[in-house]
């Protein structure tokens, strides 16, 4: 069996950290480098319910998209939620390796990822990396639908292949509207509106859009035929393909040096929001006045296919 620094050292060959962002916090926060590595568990989220399902299955190694210490920490005192969760990692020698805006620019990475959920057909980086020769990394990808379809059958596929949620989808544009190309980008992405916009697409795909970017992005969509529509999905659910991703990358390592690593992806929702208030049909009766607008839970998603919650099971 191959110790963690071994592990790790595969991660990071997918993962570089040099390409992570200035900001982040990726790598090794936890662990023996010599300690022996026979499961590793992937999820989106560092939080307890993960910790605790990877002590639950045996794992050795939890692989989290996001940071636990994004912004740094004086104390990892149980006392907090966080100091909990690298108590019971290592108190159950468990380590804890995070890939985040590195996984977002690899090739293949956390958009890719999503593109795939979603079936569109990958030709490029939304936001090319200027030290890929290849001009395979970036951020976010562009892709195509082998068929085209109406704004709201594409939002129904988008429900369909990601998990889950209370919050579902969000929509903005004409229902009917045509759609070949689509931009995606895991995670927040109301920060690429300018990429977007040059790619010329007909949908963004992202996460987490605030009202004043996507009403301006809306608006100026009205200046070229109302594209690009906009699908907003939830955080957790845009980013957690690519713990399959990423978990199949892994096998495939572990396959070449003759590891044989047991590798687990959580389906655990750790989407912070519960439940989902859909309007009162009477308010949606009293917007006669703009009946331009048509209402989206008449005609698309709230929700997707796949269960809302699930152990995590053996790849």
């Not at 892709?143 to 929509?171: K, Q, S």
């Not at 200046?223 to 495939?252: F, I, K, M, N, Y």
Request: glycine share 8%.
């Amino acid at each position: 069996m191959p110790s963690l620094s071994d592990v790790i050292a595969a991660l990071e060959t997918l993962w570089p950290p040099h390409q992570a962002e200035e900001w982040d916090a990726v790598g090794l926060v936890c662990g023996d480098p010599e300690a022996e590595v026979t499961r590793v568990l992937f999820a989106v989220d560092p939080v307890q319910e993960v910790a605790d399902e990877a002590v639950r299955i045996g794992a050795d190694l939890l692989v989290t998209h996001h940071p636990l210490y994004l912004r740094g920490t004086t104390t990892v005192a149980a006392t907090g939620f966080k100091g909990r969760v690298v108590h019971t990692l290592i108190k159950n020698d468990v380590a804890l390796h995070v890939a985040h805006t590195n996984a977002d620019r690899a090739d293949p990475g956390v958009s890719d990822a999503l593109a795939g959920a979603v079936g569109l057909r990958i030709t490029g980086p939304l936001v090319p990396d200027a030290t890929d020769p290849s001009g395979r990394r970036g951020l976010g990808r562009i892709g195509e639908l082998d068929i085209p379809l109406t704004l709201a059958e594409f939002a129904a596929r988008a429900a369909r292949g990601l998990p889950r949620t209370a919050a579902g989808l969000r929509v903005a544009g004409d229902p009917e509207q045509l759609v070949r190309t689509v931009a995606v980008c895991g995670g927040s992405g109301d920060g690429l509106f300018g990429d977007v916009r040059a790619a010329g697409v007909d949908v963004y795909l992202t996460a987490d859009l605030r009202h004043h970017p996507a009403s301006e992005a809306q608006q100026q969509g009205l200046l070229s035929d109302g594209r690009p529509a906009l699908v907003d999905a939830a955080h957790w659910a845009t980013e957690w393909p690519w713990c399959e991703q990423a978990a199949g990358q892994l096998d495939e390592i572990s396959d070449r040096h003759g590891w044989a690593l047991r590798t687990y992806v959580s389906h655990q929702v750790t989407d912070p929001w519960t439940a989902h208030a859909p309007a009162p049909e009477a308010l949606s009766s009293t917007s006669s006045a703009r009946s331009s607008r048509q209402s989206p839970e008449a005609t698309l998603p709230t929700s997707a296919s796949r269960p809302q919650s699930h152990p995590g099971a053996p790849r």
